[in-house]
């Protein structure tokens, strides 16, 4: 499949099996974030895996997750802001279960690594906020355990 019968079948003009069209999603989303961010490709897939975990275990779409810019500033969009918290759940467990480095999590999420910061963070705090919340961390933490 060439790029031309990509777009037109992301348009919906041609028909395609759905799982070549997921995985031809899938190599673009490697291509652009392993080579225009940076980051290696086992760094990649471990940044993945935790924002799929997390987008699961909070019950949210993981699409939903890694298509959303964490560099946009759309605080005022509700699910943005929802998508956001899995984000910093992601970077959280990155961090605290996979002992990733910021440098490497903010080049495989394609996010500073201030925001880094600032994400786990906002984790520790809505931790300490909000107890139901601990609970699903700790819950995922637990998960990830050996």
Request: aromatic share 6%; hydrophobic share 50%; charged share 20%.
């Amino acid at each position: 499949m060439n790029f031309s019968t990509y777009d037109k079948a992301l348009s919906g003009t041609v028909s395609t099996r759905a799982d070549v069209l997921a995985r031809l999603e899938i190599a673009l989303s490697v291509f652009k974030m392993g080579f225009g961010g940076g980051a290696n490709i086992s760094d990649l897939t471990a940044w993945r895996g935790c924002l799929a975990l997390a987008a699961a275990h909070m019950g949210k779409s993981f699409r939903a997750a890694a298509a959303s810019n964490p560099a946009a500033k759309a605080s005022a969009n509700a699910e943005w802001l929802e998508l956001a918290l899995v984000r910093h759940v992601a970077v959280h467990i990155s961090v605290t279960c996979l002992g990733m480095r910021p440098s490497v999590i903010a080049k495989a999420a394609g996010m500073g690594k201030s925001a880094v910061t600032l994400a786990k963070q906002a984790v520790a705090d809505r931790c300490q906020r909000d107890m139901g919340f601990a609970r699903m961390v700790r819950a995922l933490e637990d998960g990830l355990e050996p």
